[in-house]
């Protein structure tokens, strides 16, 4: 089946330690994303990345960093930076930049205590 | 800067009854506009989009919604909803490289 994973599920850190997502895709789409949603404010885009070895921030990019080393690949470390991590992240991939439909993960939610 | 209203926080239907769910956006050219569903807990599934051409289209779980070029809406509709459409609707606006996404729309199903 194509699609698109994201472990853990659920993850859980102390403050101070720098946490990674990961988000894979075999749906063979050149653009990935990752969004950060809390509670009544929809999504917000953390970063892009059109194609390998190429990533942009989004809106909400401080705290975070990633990387797009293999096309199915592109993991999210939340570090300690981010003042407010705790949240649900969600990684989505399109077939490309040009923007046609993002097709989503299930989701990790992040609570740091 | 683009940017999508969704006016209605919560809304509450009964089992059997019409739905419409409103969106708004702000967008300098006509944007891709595509529905979101969203389960608790989980990710987003796409419902519907717009692209180009007829201002009707249909979407997956007998969703449809109407594009008004005039009033800057994508409503989401359905003539009659099941208890299993109980869930977070998102409407989104876009071009290329950049997705927005509206604040939501939870919706409750009363048996």
């Known amino acids: 089946d194509g699609g698109i994973t994201q472990s853990p599920k659920y993850l859980f850190r102390k403050e101070g330690q720098n946490v990674t997502l990961s988000c894979e895709q075999n749906?063979?789409?050149?653009?990935m994303y990752w969004y950060r949603q809390d509670p009544g404010q929809g999504l917000r885009l953390i970063y892009y990345?059109?194609?390998?070895?190429?990533?942009q921030k989004g809106d909400i990019a401080e705290g975070y960093s990633v990387s797009r080393e293999k096309k199915e690949s592109f993991p999210l470390t939340v570090t300690s930076a981010q003042k407010n991590p705790t949240a649900f992240y969600l990684c989505a991939s399109s077939i490309s930049i040009s923007l046609r439909e993002q097709y989503f993960g299930p989701g990790t939610r992040l609570t740091v205590t | 800067a683009q940017s999508v209203t969704q006016p209605d926080i919560h809304i509450t239907v009964s089992e059997g009854a019409s739905l419409e769910l409103r969106c708004n956006y702000s967008?300098?050219?006509?944007?891709?506009l595509f529905w979101y569903v969203q389960s608790p807990g989980q990710g987003l599934q796409l419902l519907l989009k717009?692209?180009?051409?007829?201002?009707l289209v249909q979407g997956i779980k007998g969703f449809e919604a109407e594009f008004k070029r005039s009033q800057s809406s994508f409503n989401l509709r359905k003539p009659s909803v099941h208890w299993s459409d109980a869930a977070e609707y998102f409407c989104?606006?876009?071009?290329?490289?950049?997705?927005?996404f509206g604040a939501g729309t939870r919706l409750t199903v009363k048996p």
């Open positions: 967008y300098g050219a006509t944007p891709y």
């Open positions: 990345s059109q194609i390998v070895n190429d990533f």
């Open positions: 989104a606006v876009g071009a290329s490289g950049d997705m927005r």
């Open positions: 717009y692209f180009s051409g007829d201002t």
């Open positions: 749906l063979n789409h050149d653009a």
